[in-house]
């Protein structure tokens, strides 16, 4: 099984992916799977018995299409075909913000050590790194930043907060 | 100026060692050039044709003479002795080892200066008017919603990754010296019938390789409700931009596509979804406000021999005439600091002259600098009794060109000089025109032209919104130039139009000489170039440069 960065209560650990990806034209499958935005919407079913469902998202599909599904998402999963595509950090956010989402909002494709703090603002709680980074190399650069300016996903206080507490 | 409280020092501090870290690991070689690219592009740092150039962003183009010396201590320390400042009011050094940059960022830090969001595909530096704060014709000072801006922008989660770089400009004045029409975004500062501040918006604005004067969005932007509203117009772009063709990846491009009412539409909608969650409370606006330092501006000073000395020295009432704008109190002036010298590479200036910059307003000038999008810098808070003196020391610093608004103040970008996109050089171009033109009397008599040079489609020399736009192409390896008339990227912008085929170098000036030529002809009574060639049209201009062509 492939290795994820989880976070959790502002700790980052290093977890077992229990995910599956399945293809559109794959079968029904055991365990943990995660399948496309359209697969999920056609309603046709992808697992058997009671195993947890995770979406995949290109950055071209829009979260609001999973508004009033979310109870049936353990896992949306957002994709970054290239590092520069900026598009899943908004995805995130309105998942989280807009939509609600509890479960967990995972990144995947060309993701890089560099966005991990921008990541976990928007409100990313799994990380499938890219360049190898360990769970600490991860760690160290999602917590570089002592203070944050914008509210965002993940409630921590942005400076014109913590100057009102000063 | 707005003074750095221990959060905004603790963000440049961990930045820096952020970006320490990263040089470290391409330097090391666990980084590739590729993926080390977009993350030195989000610090300012470009490898261009002979180096690495490094931009630090001067931000809204405010800067202090501490600040001032650091640039020239950096000038000296790890470049050749000087910097350039750019179109975006800010200064770039165009001879850096990767190796010092960390040390460089470190430098900076340690005067409240940073190179973050200088380029890439983010919120860049934001533009504000040079005379913020001194303007007679100003509403307010632009800079507390500039600084405000700053920080909102700054290592932004959600949009650090856009299709495209991104540019907002603040204007409080009438008469717009930000080119705010042709932004991203363009921010013009007004107040409504009730008193309350609010912003009209232009967004979709740009030059580049499609240049277009940006539609207004919204007439009157409560001012309380800005952050939101720009949250919803960069959500709506972040999401929607294309990202296809870096060529159409820019929000103008979006905005044309959709139409600006079906664009207004999306972000209105966006806007209402985010609410009053998604802005500044007021009490930071006011924390901002009072960070920020007031000049001690005295109550109408005596103006001391200005007047005498005025009449009496035809040199120094040249230099009142072109280089002083109006105060918004008596007994002071505003100075602008010419960084055309005859000769010179426009917005170059060396590290002795930083600190005479930085030392005259430190005695004379309440610890004010500011630098323009036409590459001069500006001494916003001089006394009348001292403009004399003022003059002396930048006149002895090779500073006091008397030719600012006149047709020697051109804009040009580094060209084939330094940049790898360039097709052509601009610099040269612009030094020869300058020295035609040299005769103060008759460039006084000529009056207000601008004349700014691109080296290539991208348009960093703002050539579509030149009076008399210059535009370098390359033509089967040799370097050839487009030449537009009637841009503006004033209150009335407008993208200037192609005259006639390109001409090669050796013909430039002597196009630009021949269309001044016939300005003087045709005008009338008190018009300036523009207004005389929006009278008659281009015809008069084409002939005079494409006769001897038939």
Not at chain 2, 131 to 155: F, H, K, M, T
Not at chain 2, 500 to 519: H, M, N, S
């Amino acid at each position: 099984m492939p290795m994820l960065i989880r976070l959790s209560d502002g700790v980052f650990s290093q977890v077992q992916d229990d995910f599956v990806r399945l293809g559109d034209e794959e079968p029904v499958a055991e365990g943990d799977v995660i399948i496309s935005l359209g697969r999920l919407l056609s309603g046709q079913v992808a697992r058997v018995g009671g195993g947890r469902i995770g979406v995949w998202l290109e950055p071209a599909d829009e979260v609001e299409a999973l508004a009033g599904r979310l109870d049936e998402v353990d896992l949306v999963a957002l994709a970054f075909p290239k590092f520069r595509d900026g598009r899943a950090f908004t995805s995130a956010r309105l998942l989280r913000e807009r939509l609600g989402f509890t479960g967990e909002v995972r990144a995947v494709g060309d993701v890089l050590r560099d966005q991990a703090g921008f990541m976990a603002r928007c409100g990313f709680d799994a990380f499938s790194p890219a360049d190898g980074s360990t769970v600490e190399a991860w760690a160290a650069a999602a917590g570089r930043h002592r203070h944050v300016y914008q509210r965002a996903a993940d409630g921590r206080a942005p400076a014109f907060v913590e100057r009102g507490s000063f | 100026m707005y003074r750095y409280d221990a959060v905004d020092r603790a963000v440049l501090a961990d930045r820096a060692a952020e970006f320490r870290d990263q040089v470290r690991r391409r330097l090391s070689g666990e980084l590739t050039e590729d993926q080390f690219k977009p993350l030195r592009l989000m610090n300012g740092l470009y490898l261009q044709l002979h180096a690495y150039m490094l931009r630090v962003a001067v931000p809204y183009g405010s800067l202090d003479p501490r600040q001032m010396r650091a640039l020239a201590d950096i000038a000296r320390r790890f470049d050749r002795g000087y910097g350039h400042f750019t179109t975006r009011t800010n200064i770039q050094y165009n001879w850096i080892r990767l190796a010092d940059a960390p040390d460089i960022l470190d430098v900076l830090a340690a005067a409240d200066l940073h190179a973050i969001q200088t380029s890439g595909n983010c919120i860049r530096n934001v533009t504000a008017d040079p005379y913020a704060g001194a303007a007679a014709d100003e509403l307010e000072d632009p800079r507390v919603w500039c600084e405000a801006i700053r920080q909102w922008s700054s290592l932004h989660p959600e949009f650090s990754f856009l299709p495209r770089k991104f540019k907002i400009a603040v204007t409080a004045s009438p008469h717009d010296r930000t080119a705010a029409k042709v932004h991203d975004i363009g921010l013009l500062l007004r107040r409504g019938r009730d008193g309350a501040t609010g912003f009209e918006v232009i967004v979709g604005g740009g030059m580049g390789r499609t240049p277009y004067v940006g539609p207004t969005l919204k007439a009157f932007l409560p001012s309380d409700r800005l952050f939101s509203y720009l949250e919803a117009v960069l959500r709506v772009y972040n999401r929607h931009g294309r990202r296809d063709n870096i060529y159409k990846a820019r929000i103008k491009i979006l905005v044309a596509a959709l139409g600006a009412e079906a664009f207004g539409r999306e972000v209105e909608a966006e806007w209402e979804k985010i609410g009053s969650a998604g802005d500044l409370p007021g009490s930071e606006i006011a924390r901002i406000r009072d960070a920020f330092t007031r000049p001690e501006l005295a109550d109408s000073p005596a103006p001391g021999d200005f007047e005498a000395r005025r009449a009496a020295e035809p040199a120094f009432a040249r230099f009142v005439r072109n280089n002083l704008r109006a105060h918004k109190l008596p007994g002071y002036a505003i100075v602008d600091v010419s960084l055309k010298g005859f000769g010179e590479t426009p917005g170059d200036i060396t590290a002795d002259q930083m600190d005479v910059v930085a030392d005259l307003a430190e005695r004379f000038g309440l610890d004010e600098i500011r630098s323009t999008h036409e590459q001069n810098l500006v001494l916003p808070h001089i006394r009348l009794a001292d403009v004399h003196t003022v003059w002396k020391a930048l006149d002895a610093a090779r500073l006091a060109t008397p030719n600012i608004n006149l047709i020697s103040d051109i804009i040009a970008c580094p060209g084939l000089d330094y940049c790898a996109l360039a097709n052509a050089r601009a610099i040269c171009v612009a030094q020869d025109i300058a020295r035609r033109f040299e005769a103060p009397d008759r460039a006084e008599a000529i009056g207000e032209l601008k004349i700014k040079i691109s080296g290539c489609i991208n348009a960093c020399g703002h050539h579509h919104v030149g009076h008399i736009g210059i535009l370098g192409v390359d033509k089967k390896g040799e370097e050839f130039y487009q030449l537009t008339l009637g841009g503006s990227g004033a209150e009335d912008a407008t993208v200037g139009k192609m005259l006639g085929p390109a001409l090669p170098i050796d013909r430039v000036t002597d196009a630009v000489e021949a269309i001044v030529d016939a300005y003087l002809l045709h005008r009338k009574d008190g018009e300036r170039f523009l207004d005389t060639l929006r009278r008659t049209g281009d015809a008069p201009f084409r002939e005079a440069v494409y006769a001897d062509a038939h």
